[in-house]
């Protein structure tokens, strides 16, 4: 028998949740860990569609990558997607796991290593130095050879689905092939990628100064937020699959962007 807990420790053994950022919320967000899990369903966000999904495919389990419960609540009364989807996940005996800032940390199996991995970056390694909890964040690497702007616009687009790229440039023959990236937002981490020579910075949610202030420094690359941690359910797939290769464990259907480019 599989219990709830065991696949939860599977997967923080892989990726712990020290390695999440202060500000996050990463780890139980609704628990019942001594019960049999009945099967897992992994999404990166919590949807009235993906709970009912889990409902049909009699998962006990949701692993999410953002978290459901990230701001204090004083109150549960179905005023918003948190609130409703918290009541029900409970009355459906349905426990909530989030693995967020943590997976985004996580060196070579985390979402900065996997995206460089999939964009075909070599001799990748942390863009940020860690510290005594967390071992960094991001990613920097090389293309294999250097290609114009244009080009890697286009392997970025096909490589994450993104029908849009905002780019702090529009000179497409620019040479490129030191890549630095950051899963889901990062425009922190923006001067790191100048300090290591990168060509081109990738993240999501830039804001509109950082396109202004650094254009002179580095080519920014925002390929939305959802496209950028996508990968996440491949992640926590692979590492549960590997322990329990037999399991009732399923990447969501359901879910799909939500946000519509127009």
Not at 25 to 35: A, E, H, P, Y
Not at 115 to 144: F, N, Y
Not at 156 to 169: D, I, Q, Y
Not at 187 to 212: M, P, R
């Amino acid at each position: 028998m599989i219990l709830i807990s065991d696949i939860i420790d599977t997967l923080e053994s892989k990726i712990p949740p020290v390695w999440q950022e202060s500000y996050d919320n990463t780890g139980v967000q609704i628990l019942d860990r001594d019960k049999e899990c009945t099967g897992t369903l992994i999404c990166v966000d919590l949807t009235r569609e993906i709970l009912d999904e889990a409902i049909e495919k009699n998962c006990n389990l949701i692993i999410t990558h953002h978290p459901l419960l990230f701001r204090p609540r004083k109150s549960f009364q179905g005023r918003d997607r948190v609130e409703l989807l918290t009541v029900e996940a409970i009355r459906h005996g349905i426990s909530i796991y989030s693995c967020h800032t943590s997976a985004d940390n996580a060196p070579i199996i985390g979402v900065s290593w996997v995206m460089a991995r999939r964009l075909g970056l070599t001799d990748i390694h942390c863009l940020t130095t860690g510290d005594d909890t967390t071992p960094g964040s991001g990613a920097i690497g090389e293309l294999e050879r250097e290609m114009t702007l244009g080009e890697f616009v286009k392997r970025v687009k096909h490589t994450f689905g993104s029908p849009v790229v905002r780019s702090s440039t529009d000179k497409l023959d620019t040479p490129v092939k030191r890549i630095a990236l950051c899963g889901g937002a990062g425009s922190e981490f923006i001067t790191d990628a100048i300090a290591q020579h990168a060509d081109v910075y990738i993240n999501s949610d830039t804001k509109l100064n950082y396109f202004l202030d650094y254009t002179d420094r580095i080519i920014l690359l925002d390929i939305g937020h959802y496209e950028a941690e996508e990968c996440t359910k491949e992640i926590f797939y692979d590492i549960i699959t590997e322990k329990f290769p037999n399991f009732a464990l399923y990447k969501s259907q359901s879910e799909s962007n939500p946000v519509h480019y127009l």
